[in-house]
């Protein structure tokens, strides 16, 4: 087994300790080295999450890894030997046959690019960096720090070798636009490409610089040879990145040192991964750092050290602050933003004022024609500023009113699916003009909300019609009535009375789970597991949380829109290159959130309220370190395998008979214990129940 002799390899030596099969004893330390726990090419293979093991930093867009053949939406496959080259940027975890993909890098030998297969024989990777040994003798190894990276080219031979590089490049056939030029050792400019399901546009300012001089050659349809002329085998590229201009990207492209760029992106990540300590099984520890690494990975920081920004028209800005870009908040508002609201709200308050903005310099559900970075959609911004006005992160509700009246007014009740997502919306848009002090505004909203009881009993209350577990039945986006049929949680008091009634709706939903209706493949129903918390029967989310997260499930369902004869039988969450529900993507770290939650043992009631659940965490302990140094620890008594109820609580060593936690009370830190058993405790979490009531203040 290799061993390792200097500090700064050791996150390369921990993953090559584990794909070797190591047993890893150092994992004991996750809490101290939570980056060395990481396993970067978890969900890197088949349809499972749409990941990639790229040199990438917290929260940053440089983002650089192979392409390998054949083509998956990260532009990866953890199992494929043929590499086309290298691209520096993606979105991590999204459909729409992917995104990024910007600028093709390919090394090759002798005087035609053709002539050189690049097939992998080794590999090793981990947050901030990538390495990759190739059959012909070439090897690449990549760093990366904020908008800053290094690719190290070593060439097997001293003759003739060059980079083939395509300006046109993308994952999923986005390109729009370039423009470059070049020196003797340089090459900078731009792209457009479209951003993720082809919406909008965003431009991407770039620099390259040449560790030896180059020969350029012109190529047709944005494609380029740099011809290496000096003697070094080792060729390094320093490149740079900026969503403002050139000189940005050339900034950051300068004294670029790997060495120094890999241990300043190891630190960071140690400091952002560090926000959770966990305590217990080694493994569950690498599985709960891998995921939480990629809840990590967008938005993208998009202003630069000196406060110039783009807005989404295009305008160039100045800020004191940062300003972040590159959202997925369809997918995510409901898991990964509400834990970044936790994790680090020094950032997220600028996340938050960044969302705002949009309302300023322009917003579309998916995407405008100018944006800063890439994107996804930005549907239901209302809930996330509601939800994160109510945690006490302030914005110019004021100055927006407006914007968010005019998006209020274009809301789609057309479909049985938007009916319901859009009256959400119209709840929080209700409750954000009533602290704008418009009072007219928020009764009409509040009106507007209230009707999706009128949709509801349309086409969500009779579920003895054959359609109702069939995908995209009536004209739905994704998931079945079955799944969207509980998405009301703005009111689960009045959708309770829909059904018939608590005991009814603990039956129907004792039904649901039962038949595997339910899908974790996709986002529509993923706080279903949770809505037994609502009830007298609480003890049954507790079983439902730890069973989706850390047990064998059943799944029918797909992201495919498919309802398959084959079953995904498994745990959804493995340590794995193949982990996930087949067809299942990570869609911005939604779904990894969604497991961090759980096994930390809270989980976001209702978006817009700042309310948590509980439930039996997966480690015996678990401690929140907060940016202004306040730490919340949760501690349990009788932690084992199969004990996963809940029978009693303290907090603060008080005790605590109602099952839920406000987010102060979180960001305030202290002690949450938990006494567990293999039994539940069926009168524990049943006082003080907080349920939702569109109808309260």
Known sequence: MKKCTKLILWSACAVSLLQAGGSFAQQDKAANDPTGAVNVFLGTSGDHGQLSPAASYPFGML???????????????????????????????????????????????????????????????????YRIGFENGISVNIAVNKN????????????????????????????????????????????????????????????????????????????????????????????????????????????????????????????????VEVNG????????????????????????????????????????????????????????????????????????TSIAAMYKYGKKDYATQHEPSNTVRTEHALVVLLDAWRKGFKFDIKGIADSLIAEGNRLDFAKPDKALESSYDAWALSHLMDIAGRKTESAKFHAIALKYKDYWEKDFKDITKRDVDRMQARGLYQGTIWQYRWFVPFDVKGLISLVG?????????????????????NEPDIQAPFMYNMTSQPWKSQQLAHKYAADTVVQYYFNDNSRGIDPFVNRIYRNQTDTYVRTMDDDGGAMSAWYVFTACGIMPA???????????????????????????????NNFGPKNIYVTSATLNGKP??????????????????????????????????????????
């Not at 532009?75 to 086309?84: D, I, M, P, S």
């Not at 567990?676 to 109808?695: A, C, E, R, V």
């Open 63 to 129: 983002s650089i890894a192979p392409q390998t053949y054949p083509n998956l939406h990260a532009g990866y496959e953890h199992n494929a030997k043929k590499v086309l080259g290298f691209t520096h940027t993606r979105f991590e975890g999204v459909g729409c046959m992917g995104s990024g993909g910007s600028i093709l890098i390919k090394p090759f030998i002798g005087n035609n690019v053709d002539d050189t297969e690049l097939l992998k024989s080794s590999e090793a990777a981990g947050p901030g960096f």
């Open 148 to 275: 800053s990276g290094t690719e190290a080219y070593t060439f097997p031979i001293d003759g003739k070798r060059g980079f083939y590089i395509n300006l046109s490049h993308t994952l999923a056939n986005g390109f729009v636009a370039e423009e470059h030029t070049n020196t003797t050792n340089s090459l900078s400019g731009w792209v457009d490409a479209r951003t993720t399901c082809g919406a909008g546009v965003y431009r991407l300012y770039y620099s390259i610089d040449f560790s030896s001089p180059v020969k350029f050659e012109e190529g047709t349809d944005h494609k380029l040879i740099a011809r290496v002329e000096g003697a070094n085998k080792t060729v390094l590229l320093n490149i740079g990145i900026s969503s403002v201009d050139v000189a940005h990207a050339q900034a950051s492209a300068k004294n670029n040192d790997r060495q120094a760029l890999q241990t300043a992106g190891n630190n960071e990540w140690n400091k952002i991964l560090g926000a």
């Open 281 to 352: 099984d080694a493994e569950k520890q690498k599985l709960f750092y891998s995921l939480l690494y990629r809840t990590v990975q967008s938005p993208y920081l998009i202003s630069e050290a000196d406060g110039a920004y783009r807005g989404t028209d295009g305008s160039l800005q100045k800020t004191g602050t940062t300003v972040y870009n590159g959202w997925s908040i369809w997918d995510n508002y409901r898991t990964q933003l509400p834990l970044m609201s936790l994790l680090y709200p020094d950032k997220y308050a600028d996340m938050v």
């Open 501 to 521: 009634g608590e005991q009814k709706y603990m039956e129907q939903l004792d039904y649901f789970f039962a038949n595997d209706l339910y899908n974790h493949a």
């Open 606 to 636: 209702c978006v817009g309220e700042p309310v948590f659940y509980l439930n039996a965490p997966l480690f015996s302990g678990v401690k929140f370190n907060f940016p202004d140094g306040k730490k919340f620890n949760i501690t349990t």
């Open 656 to 697: 605590l008979e109602r099952n839920w936690l406000t987010y102060a009370e979180l960001r305030k830190g202290g002690t949450l214990n938990l006494t567990l058993s293999n039994k539940p405790d069926k009168s524990w979490g049943t006082k003080n129940q907080y349920i939702t009531d569109i109808n309260a203040k």
